[in-house]
């Protein structure tokens, strides 16, 4: 498990390395109250649904803001 990371692969690259998919008991529905758009900003509630993968051999970029 890594965290503060953004991927950078290509599309084929990216699914040829994923190996394995959680089951339907996995899923989880995230989402947030704010869609980042408009001006001034409005309130809309995204969402979507997704299983943990795991990929490998991804370059994997550290985005972890210095403090």
């Known amino acids: 498990m890594v965290n503060d ?5 290509r599309t084929p ?9 959680c089951d339907a008991s ?3 529905v ?3 109250f704010y869609d980042g758009k408009g001006e001034p ?3 809309n509630a995204v969402s979507h649904g997704c299983a943990p993968a795991r990929f490998r051999q ?6 972890r803001r210095a403090v």
């Open 5 to 9: 990371v953004a991927y950078q692969a």
């Open 13 to 21: 690259e990216f699914w040829q390395a994923c190996d394995a998919i």
């Open 26 to 28: 996995e899923y989880y």
């Open 30 to 32: 995230g989402g947030s």
């Open 41 to 43: 900003s409005q309130s």
């Open 58 to 63: 991804i370059a994997v970029l550290n985005t």
